[in-house]
């Protein structure tokens, strides 16, 4: 009865409006912005309104029934017609002179003169130019290239046309043919004046120069306004790419594991817990206990080793409530995360790593080239250069290349980020890889359940993974003996009984293991060498944002 | 730096611990439980140590290299010896006098006498039956059978041997080869005795049945004692097939929908809210602003859409603060949510889960063989029934059909959970199906947002899909209109100005579209006719339940 899922109480009316009530209102932007835009919007309807009752399809028109704007009635599943429709992407394999049924977005339209005007349509990353020219023949009139000419930009209509090969090559267009218009019926038209402007979202940063040096001043549209306006941003050439790239990933990741026989899991982000937890968790009351949201769904994978799943991975949310204002931390993002057994040596986990990474940057690299060059046009990139075996060195070595380069650091301390890009670029310049691990990190600065090192417990089992100087994994072979748990946790300086479920559950039969961690969204960025992982989230939370 | 995808803050040591203690307290079961089960967990690990100290790897024995206790040490990631390891799913292709090399879990130990013993090894759902028989020839001596026959149950061990062929049939083992061993070494002991018995939380119902008239009384675990356990409970067979089972109906709908042009997003979980948002939503505080945790993708699926993806698809947690203690809802469940623009008529959603969930059934019925086989020994079911092409019946279709077999149903109300379990029966007597699709629900029972019907307001373009007459999917036609979603929502009682952002993103250029939202939990539950969904959670939430 719910919009998605079990439904939620009898009530079912009531109780849905009620929850999507709460839904919805995370589309509330500030007051003042509501009002701003709620005036915006209504100025824009009367104007949208205006325009409408100023072009009535004429009735001396005898094409009249060629075109025009369809009342909501037909679009409420009256009819069922067997029409077949185009993609715009498909058109190329078009014979010219064949007929064709579009429904897309008006992304521009230029009117050239009474009788004639072009209308751009897109569909996701692929526009076509639509011609109109009146003509007696083609069942085109004056009247319908106004028609087509007032509406408003980014407003979805149908448009049956024949495919023709223009006389020039065309620009600003994906296709090499154009649609010559038959009929243009408009089937939801958006208000006349945007909050945002396509075009200015989706320009280049040389665009800016090159306007600048000419002497004009072009609209930059930012970061915050693109998020408020979200719905409308995400239809830029490059937002179009980035969360299809994402989507590939994630695809890479699970076909790459469950290949090699991990079973995908799904644990819970809504955990028992109290204020011990520190100030970096989400706190909530969970049905009057106190409760928080996962920061990881590292006890959880461990546990369902311990269940004897043998090699697990789970995409999902993760929650951390920092106040990190920064380009590459989220409130809430997407992990990849996998754990598995070992038989003896946590190698076998960095082994896993460098198969699935070295295949996802194959797979998009092969199979993404059309998203990969969009996202160049609008934000240059150098493709990320990586071996096919990925180079490991140990967090000494890496300490050793910074302090030849001039840079110490504290040998029992972290890289702080400064020090991690330095070294990116020294890796590279001596390996020439953007990809590599580090491992072998010390004690001091990993979490109490990371497995010491045999040969010496200064140092641990664990690795981090870079990215063009980026840390983007995480991982580590797990202690997973309840004595050797419980004395790290205490040398840590945790109270042994607030985690005695989970040191327990080490003693019911324990394989050894390690796993890992990414965050989705860094590897996209990173990919892509990206400024911001606001890019690379479709409604990013950090900090500051919430909304929409 | 952290355990699992970005680091949360420089001083990485003390943070991650911090962080880890929040997700371990998850783990902490009540006090009273706490304090009870480190009694028996200390008491069991001291017998654990005793009964190793009595058995110590004789110095007068000549074959003491061949079996012992492994030290942590040795496992700490030391060597990377090179050795091949065997899995025993894989045992049947090796052909008898192979030598193998298995690391698994001791199931069972069985003493024959001093000079020989079984141990029945297991990884996930396989198991075999190693042999120990003391001879020099072999070199085994007494003492490495009864250092295997002291192990206790559900340890983890390494065992070289030998592949051979048993005289006679094995029962209790999924293998038709047994081992012969030569080597057994413990690699992580199991404490002596388990909070749960494997053998008991695997029984099904007729062995119950049967114990009890022959007097015997059997031990029962029951849902709760599981799930506080359950990291142990994981291993029983049918639980390893379970979550096998949900891993493929989420890859085949991923695989499906992406088949189809659906792009895989993420929506964010964190969303703006306050109190209006009713009892059904979790809320919390997101750095001092009130929060809540989002019931649906809804909205953010929408955007999307119009965002210009077309198509789109979702699997994410789905968070309902209901106090619904039902055999059929959770707090915390997995979604499996789509959107998608369509052309003329929502069936072209409904067509979409018709190819879907056939897709579905058919994968399962055809590759998942051994996981239903597994289900079925603990838990029998009846195979789902379902139509190549899937039943369309309107709701006034549906409600003649109850009403001709004496149940009235008020005809713009809605079902309840009775009326639907009969409904199901009523359709399986007279079209043989366990799932179809119930479609143009009324206006009053279905959230504002649905599109209503062309010829009639007051019923809608909205549908529910049952499997064994249980209601899995909610899908509809969606308002993408402005004026019409402002007036539909004024006409429920929503203020219109908490929404208007969202409303307000349809002005923008919006297209035609629909969508449905699915548990994933239900459809294993109803697929495989189990009578709780908490045997199909890994780790259930529900208004009692927040633990492990």
Redesign the interface.
Known sequence: ??????????S??A???????????????SKKQ?KK??RK?EK??KAAQRQQQQQPAEADDPFASNYGDVP??????????G?S?TKIGDLEDCAAGRSVLI?G??QAIRPVSKKMAFVVL???MSTVQCVLVASADAGVSTQMVRFATAL?????VDVEGVVSLPKEPLKATTQQVEIQVRKIYC?????PT??INLEDAARSEAEFEKAEQAGEKLVRVGQDTRLN???????TPA??AI??I??QV??KF?EFL?SKDF????????????S???A????????G?P??????????KQ??I?????RVFE??????????NTH??????????AEM???????EVCDIIDGLFVSIFKHLTENCEKELETINRQYPFEPLKYLEKTLKLTYEEGIQMLKEAGTEIEPMG?L?TEAEKKLGRLVKEKYGTDFFILYRYPL??????T?????NPAYT?SF?VFIRGE?II?G??RI???E?LAKRATE???DV??????I?????????HG??????E?VVMLFCALNNIRKT?????D??R???
């Not at 306006?229 to 239809?235: E, G, P, T, V």
């Open positions: 009865m719910s919009s998605s899922g079990p439904p939620p109480a009898p079912a009316a109780a849905a409006a009620e929850e999507l009530a709460a839904d919805l209102s995370a589309a509330t932007l509501q835009d709620a919007a824009a309807e909501v009635e037909e679009i409420q599943s009256k009819t069922i017609s029409r429709w429904r977005s008006t897109r569909q996701s408003s930009k980014e407003s979805i089937i939801n038209r958006a208000i945007l909050p306006y979200r719905a409308i941003d995400l239809r937002n179009q969360f299809r994402q989507c994630e695809n699970r469950l079973v995908g899991i799904h644990t819970p982000k809504l955990i028992s817990g109290s011990e937890g520190g970096a968790v989400f706190k909530l009351l969970y049905n206990q409760a928080c949201l996962a920061q990881s769904p590292q006890l959880y546990m369902a311990c269940g004897g799943y043998e995409v999902g949310p993760v929650f951390r409530a920092e106040n990190s590459r931390h989220l409130c809430e993002f997407v992990g990849l995360d057994e070992i038989k003896e040596h946590y190698f972290d702080n001091a600065v990993r979490p109490f359940y497995m010491p090192c045999y040969d089992n981090d840390e995480s580590a072979q997973h003996t309840p050797l840590c300086g945790i009984s607030t985690i005695s479920a989970y327990e559950s080490f003693s019911y039969g324990a394989p050894p796993g890992f961690g990414v965050g989705l860094r989230s479709m409604f990013p939370r900090p500051q919430l909304v929409p």
